[in-house]
T-cell receptor
């Protein structure tokens, strides 16, 4: 089955700086890669996703890059703000109604 | 986006009793629903996948007789934790797909914090 690894497990950055979280996956058939933000005790919220037919996607301060050959994808947050502090999870699936396999999570702390 | 509602948000039960958690898709028909368990400061671990009208598919190591899943309609799936014990205390969360044309995006319920005393 799919295995998704995520690094780093914790990340602290100064407000205004950029944050990068990286994930690798093992299943070459995976073609859908979402990123979720989860605040304490709350549900995961989709912040951006990418499908395998593109290499990069951007939405304001958030971007995701995908390298299918190397089987890795990354989340980039620019101009970080205190409200970006949360746990971020990457995930991978084969698309459609297939299950998501989650990474282990990254606790991001933005230092004011 | 599509809305998934999970109920209850918190429940405390006595050891040995059963607890039912409901997951509803409010504005779309969920062809597939997923149940996850999340321990403190850990990732979401998939417990089972359920499709409307068919038996759930459980992940390895998950006891199907202990965690009963019913997906009787396209808008409702339930998870029943039978004969609960303190080690079953956890955050349980459901998700549903089918709210978008591709069926790929997963929408999460708000989660249920179960405490077994």
């Amino acid at each position: 089955g799919e295995n998704v690894e995520q690094h780093p497990s914790t990340l602290s950055v100064q407000e205004g700086d950029s944050a990068v979280i990286k994930c690798t996956y093992s299943d070459s058939a995976s073609n859908y890669f979402p990123w979720y933000k989860q605040e304490l005790g709350k549900r995961p919220q989709l912040i951006i996703d990418i499908r395998s037919n593109v290499g990069e996607k951007k939405d304001q301060r958030i971007a995701v890059t995908l390298n299918k050959t190397a089987k890795h994808f990354s989340l980039h947050i620019t101009e970080t703000q205190p409200e970006d502090s949360a746990v971020y999870f990457c995930a991978a699936s084969r698309g459609g109604n297939e299950k998501l396999t989650f990474g282990t999570g990254t606790r991001l702390t933005i230092i004011p | 986006g599509a809305v998934v509602s999970q109920h209850p948000s918190r429940v405390i039960c006595k050891s040995g009793t059963s607890v039912k958690i409901e997951c509803r898709s409010l504005d779309f028909q969920a062809t597939t629903m997923f149940w996850y368990r999340q321990f403190p400061k850990k990732s979401l671990m998939l417990m089972a996948t359920s499709n409307e009208g068919s038996k759930a598919t459980y992940e390895q190591g998950v006891e199907k007789d202990k965690f009963l899943i019913n997906h009787a309609s396209l808008t409702l799936s339930t998870l029943t934790v039978t004969s609960a014990h303190p080690e079953d205390s956890s955050f349980y969360i459901c998700s549903a797909t089918g709210g978008t044309g591709s069926g790929t995006e997963a929408f999460f319920g708000q989660g249920t914090r179960l405490t077994v005393v």
